[in-house]
């Protein structure tokens, strides 16, 4: 039976060197036990230097050593599934229907990673045979084949607290890949953390893995996360959650002696543009489907539809007449933090005293200390056009309806969008043209396409790119989510003229 | 026939506005005609935005197109063969079997990148199939391509004014992936940057590319690449020159409203490991053919071996002795400008008068204005390690022998190595077990590892990675040379749920 100490665990040993914090029940309000620790430097300097000391062992185990950890991460997780989704569920308010199928999320990406370690298409092994007779030049045999970049820190998100946060998507490619793992925990879920950890830690044991090969460093000081990013042994950092972390760990990651990447993935308003001809066909269905996303897990999705664009008319007002009706009908939700409640009313306050913008509908309740009303906004072409702070993320349960007079102004509102994770087209037949017209802009913009769609819902998949052009993220040439999440932590090498017996492995005949 | 005229060449147009400035010989010392001409900052804008007008245009035409135009513009290399490489003779002391040389590199790259897009396979196409009757939830079909990145800025490299300038491997791969390109010509050769960017433009008139496809902005002045990278329609750069240059890129890249990636290849003392039974075996020829690497193209190749490490004993004093006798007997060497030979004077003379470094051996003359004598040094090991200056490079036909007294100081010194474009090891049968203990410390500090050769001289082919970790390059994920260099423009988008006559040409069934 696990047991939550509030220890950092780096190398498989407890350590509690800190000053104390406590977790917090943002369903019931109350303070959680036990106490955790902030790691002080020491510590995360322990933890990264024992990873720099793993790395070589680690990666030079075979492709299949490394199958076999993952899977057992994943057993011993699946063993654990009820106590960690109870004490998941007191941290984050999430219910226990989607932390349990969060947890098979987990499961099922760490053994999608194994299946990938195993295969080893990933390594890109490839080779120029020698031509002794070239001439003028005769050529070496080149071989070339990826290598691990080294140890990774990973940063837990606070809205998935189990598929992007300890054992999430960022720990698992980087395992598959062959680099060890710190993983900051997040100080909102620090038990789910430490229980989750715990299970990592017992399949380093079981599997015989480098001591090292992964530790967990918990704290809710900003300087954890500083220290993890500035350490000299730390070669690459993943990292969801809000632009102003992000882009202030890439501001770290870049001004070090020897930069590093950071790959945050960050702040997106995934927009939603309803068609003519779906808006005649499905206007009032579309408004339905539209609040269900909007509210899903009180809008803390990274890809949550926070602006929606449409043409002024008929079916733009029977859109709005559903939304309106089912949005009025639901209940506030409770959201992951207080802080993030309070920030979340500060910037709908903000929004909704905007001149040109007009509430349209909001849910019920006093949207007080954790909790958050859904808010349903509207503003014409001109005002979103003015105002760029109408063009940023507003974390949790909001959106903005911009309609417009023309499809000239879609298709200018198209062009000023910035980076997006997911862009979305509401559309019908007869919406063939204007789509086709739209999407060349927006293949600039986003990470992800839907057709008839919502963007909420991530598929674990090979063609999945959970990413974006900046502000989505800091690198929209790599994805968080899905297979070729694994490519941000590899490096090609290129071998001439090698004997075989100095070949790695996977590059020997 | 071709001639020169000073002209910046935007979308086909001639333009001279901006001050004046000339050509320089620097085998004979003398200025060259005409005046070019240093672009305004109208005038880069202009070739920005055209660029951004014609970005959507060029990456929807078929791939097959776009392998046609990079066919067409080596064959008008080819054509114009002559005129080119003897303008190139003149502005850069190269020799013409060089050069010759090296336009047959560069045609070679363009239609290397011809076959990529036409194989289409970098475009990475893939495919979940939807799964309807999926519990709890039905899987729509997702789709994967790649999309170009848009406008790249490319940097033209002072020591390879044909292959890795104006039609070098970044525009060859950056056309292919689908960007336009606007290339800052090299003020050292301008004559030969103007002469091939009339080659593109015809290309682009015979193709029927869309105007703005390509520009060529000219200027000695530093402002020229800065308002490039500064430019919002450019979407990502790429540049080979020096360590400060890159970084100084890098930064402005960086600090941009949005942030591109600026891939810039810089400086590699590209180390070159003599062990013991290679240097018993075969010291002197070791010691003979290292100075053929060392003084090929006046020490100016990026991967010139400005370091070699070895054990004291008879195989390196045999090793030294024929490289002194070699390099004695050398005439010094042009280098491309004054500045680059006033630079490395100075730093030759700061090397040479560090505590315990030692002149083994210079070549003959008296290096004066553009010429350059070959310096070859010794160290030991202590010396090295407190001299973090003789870890870096000095561009130029310069190298330091560092003796150590034990292997372990060669595992030591190897951990302390930055970043490389390569390593090399020189090594017979008995070394095998110190070339094992060493590889995994080299495979994280350098892009490519050759056993038994010389590190000058890089192949383009499929395997090859021209890149390393920082500071030889700004992201070691990626090469500037072999098919691979096309990853850089190019980024990951998901198509969820498209209809066929929506989705881009590649992902049609």
Chains 1, 2 share one sequence.
Request: proline letters at 6%; one cysteine or more.
């Amino acid at each position: 039976m696990l047991t939550i100490t509030g220890a950092s665990l780096i190398g498989g040993h407890e350590i509690c060197g800190g000053t104390g914090f406590k977790a917090f029940d943002p369903m019931k309000c109350v303070i959680l036990e036990p106490t955790f620790h902030n790691a002080t430097k020491e510590e995360v300097d322990t933890a990264c230097q024992l990873a720099a000391s793993a790395a070589v062992a680690y990666r030079q185990l075979p492709r299949e050593r490394r199958a076999v950890f993952l899977e057992t991460i994943a057993d011993l997780l699946e063993q654990e599934t009820d106590i960690i989704v109870t004490r998941a569920m007191q941290e984050t308010a999430l219910p226990q229907g989607r932390l349990t199928g969060e947890m098979g999320r987990t499961t099922g990406q760490l053994r999608m990673f194994a299946r990938i370690a195993r295969a080893g298409d990933v390594w890109a092994c490839k080779t120029d045979e020698a031509l002794p007779d070239r001439k003028p030049m005769a050529r070496p045999e080149l071989k070339q084949c990826k290598v691990p970049v080294g140890p990774v820190a990973v940063f837990c998100a606070s809205n998935f607290p189990l598929a992007f946060s300890v054992a999430g998507g960022d720990t698992a490619s980087a395992l598959a890949a062959g680099c060890p793992v710190v993983c900051r925990a997040h100080p909102a879920h620090p038990g789910t953390a430490e229980l989750v950890a715990r299970c990592i830690c017992k399949a380093v044991e079981k599997c015989s893995m480098p001591k090292g090969v992964f530790s967990l460093v918990g704290g809710e000081a900003y300087d954890v996360g500083t220290w993890l990013v500035e350490h000299p042994a730390i070669q690459s950092v993943a990292f969801t959650g809000s632009c102003q972390g992000g882009t202030a760990l890439a501001a770290i990651g870049a001004r070090r002696a020897t930069p590093i990447p950071v790959f945050a993935e960050m702040g997106s308003i995934n927009p939603v543009f309803l068609m003519q001809d779906a808006l005649k066909n499905r206007g009032a269905d579309l408004g339905a489907a539209f609040v269900a996303s909007l509210t899903a897990g009180t809008g803390q999705f990274c890809t949550n539809p926070g602006l929606v664009i449409a043409l002024e008319g008929a079916g733009t007002e029977a859109f709005i007449a559903a939304a309106v009706s089912a949005l009025s009908a639901q209940d506030e939700g409770v959201m992951l933090t207080r802080g993030m409640a309070d920030s979340y009313r500060k910037k709908v306050g903000e929004l909704g005293a905007k001149e040109g913008v007009e509430l349209l509908a909001q849910s019920k309740g006093a949207g007080e200390t954790t909790r958050a009303k859904g808010m349903f906004f509207r503003a014409s072409y001109s005002t979103f056009m003015k105002n760029t702070c109408l063009h940023q993320e507003v974390f949790g349960p909001c959106s903005l309806l911009v309609t417009c007079s023309s499809f000239e102004e879609m298709l200018s509102l198209a062009r000023h969008l910035e980076g997006q994770l997911t862009v979305t087209f509401q559309m019908d037949a007869e919406d063939m043209s204007s789509a086709q017209a739209l999407l060349p802009i927006i293949e600039d913009k986003a990470g992800r396409i839907l057709v008839n769609g919502w963007p909420t819902g991530v598929e674990v998949c090979s063609a999945m790119v959970h990413g974006g052009p900046f502000p989505a993220t800091t690198d929209g040439r790599f994805t968080s989510v899905g297979g070729d999440a694994i490519d941000r932590f590899l490096r090609p090498v290129c071998y001439q003229n090698f004997p075989v017996e100095l070949l790695p492995a996977d590059l020997r005949p």
